[in-house]
């Protein structure tokens, strides 16, 4: 089992929509959660971080679900700009960064 | 401007041909990392450095060496290059282990 796991996709919506991406860690330890986004192979860039409270930032909302072991990422209102391959980013807390292979998304008009 | 930069951002070279991929930052951050990420497989940790002169392996070390003589520099080193280790590489910092990392544009290895 992959130590953080997510769905590929893609995933296809019109503008406007809401869509939810999930993403499961296997280290219990883990301490750091966070969203990355990468626009088609450039560098990885901070969405945001992922609270334990969970933490909304305009239109995105990220929350940490311990007992479980996944963090999840909302986006409302899709844009034409949030196509994108949105990363999710595991720090095991063992100094290691981990991230998982990424989930595609395109918003059509 | 808060950067990491990478040098170079496109290498095509051949088999066993030592090369070397620099990296600087220049926010002082502590923690510096590499990866490469590969269709598929998504981001994978090469070596990571906590501070000058302590570095440790990631999930995919082999083939690959770095130094951390000073804060702001981490080459990465590939002293026999292999055309398995063609690739994209991005190197990033932060300012502590558990901090978002900050990435550099990314430098394009093709070994053949």
């Known amino acids: 089992r992959k130590e953080v796991e997510q769905d590929p996709g893609p995933f296809n919506v019109p503008e406007g929509a809401t869509v939810a991406f999930n993403c499961t860690y296997s280290?219990?330890?883990?301490?750091?959660f966070f969203w990355y986004r990468q626009d088609c192979r450039k560098e990885p860039k901070l969405l945001m971080s992922v609270y334990s409270s969970g933490n909304e930032d305009g239109r995105f909302t990220a929350q940490l679900n311990r007992a479980s072991q996944y963090i999840s990422l909302l986006i409302r209102d899709s844009k034409l700009s949030d196509s994108a391959t949105y990363l999710c980013v595991v720090f095991t807390g063992g100094f290691k960064t981990i991230f998982g292979a990424g989930t595609r998304l395109f918003v059509k008009a | 401007e808060a950067q990491v930069t990478q040098n170079p951002r496109y290498l095509i070279t051949v088999t066993g041909k030592k090369l070397t991929v620099t990296c600087s930052q220049n926010?002082?951050?502590?923690?510096m990392s590499w990866y490469r990420q590969d269709p598929g497989l998504g981001l994978r940790q090469i070596y990571y450095s906590m501070n000058v002169e302590v570095t440790d392996k990631g999930d995919v070390p082999e083939g690959y060496k770095v130094s951390r003589k000073e804060k702001r520099n981490f080459p990465l080193i590939l002293e026999s290059p292999s055309p398995n280790q063609t690739s994209l590489y991005f190197c990033?910092?932060?300012?502590?282990?558990?901090?978002?990392?900050?990435f550099g544009d990314g430098t394009r290895l093709s070994i053949l």
């Open positions: 926010m002082n951050h502590e923690y």
């Open positions: 280290n219990s330890a883990s301490q750091s």
């Open positions: 990033a910092s932060s300012p502590n282990l558990d901090q978002p990392q900050h």
